[in-house]
């Protein structure tokens, strides 16, 4: 299984909506991260976990929260949101090994829409 | 610091010629390099790296790239577009000094390849 799936696929809230993105692989990789991408823009990465330790925070504001349960799943609590924050949020994986460059794994992306 | 630059935003090339999506990149040691393609409303899809030892690397989808050290250029090349090839195409790179847990990327600006019949 190289898939990493995430839902839902399409999220419509509003500001003071609190909703959860949830992402699941089982390839067994212990990194994993959340990007934020705006259309026809590079992903930006947000956060990245390191066996289910939450490692780099990209200064995100604090109405986006991550969570890592276990090691094969990951999710995004959000809670009041602002209309700048919709955009496609990807989830990723790779394996870590110090050293060498293993390849990330994405999903399909959860579109968020904030009203 | 690691930067990457992709300096056309857009690459149109017609069906059966071969297409070329330039990247540049700029780290303090050594680099790996990836390509990665994005279609409509989806996820990043895999298609080659560099890490070490032949600068000609091969990838999915009969796609190729060739590192130049001296250039500091990871070109992505085919040698005969599909129309189906007409997506966004992101380098990214990571410097092999960076020994932040996680294999943390940075990416370029992105190329849109459009492929006419």
């Known amino acids: 299984d190289t898939e990493v799936t995430q839902t839902p696929k399409h999220l419509v809230m509003g500001m003071t909506n609190k909703k959860s993105l949830k992402c699941e692989q089982h390839m067994g990789h212990r990194a994993m991260y959340w990007y934020k991408q705006k259309a026809k823009k590079p992903p930006e990465l947000m956060f990245v976990?390191?066996?289910?330790?939450?490692?780099i925070n990209e200064s995100v504001p604090s109405r986006f929260s991550p969570e890592c349960p276990n090691s094969s799943l990951l999710n995004l609590h959000l809670h009041a949101l602002q209309p700048e924050d919709s955009a496609l949020y990807l989830c990723?994986?790779?394996?870590?090994?110090?050293?060498?460059?293993?390849?990330?794994?994405f999903g399909p992306g959860t579109r968020l829409t904030v009203t | 610091a690691q930067s990457v630059a992709q300096p056309e935003d857009q690459v149109n090339v017609a069906e059966g010629n071969p297409l070329t999506v330039k990247c540049t990149y700029s780290v303090s040691g050594n680099p790996y390099l990836f390509w990665y393609v994005q279609y409509p409303n989806r996820g990043l899809q895999f298609l080659l790296k560099?890490?070490?030892?032949?600068?000609l690397v091969k990838g999915s989808y009969g796609f190729e790239a060739e590192f130049n050290k001296s250039q500091t250029s990871f070109h992505l090349k085919k040698p005969s577009a599909l129309v189906s090839d007409s997506a966004l195409y992101f380098c990214?790179?990571?410097?092999?000094?960076?020994?932040?847990?996680?294999?943390?990327?940075?990416f370029g600006g992105g190329t849109r390849l459009m492929v006419k019949p």
């Open positions: 560099y890490i070490t030892g032949d600068n």
């Open positions: 990214a790179v990571r410097d092999q000094v960076n020994n932040n847990a996680g294999n943390m990327l940075t």
């Open positions: 990723a994986s790779s394996p870590i090994a110090s050293g060498s460059a293993y390849e990330q794994y």
């Open positions: 976990y390191s066996y289910e330790k939450l490692s």
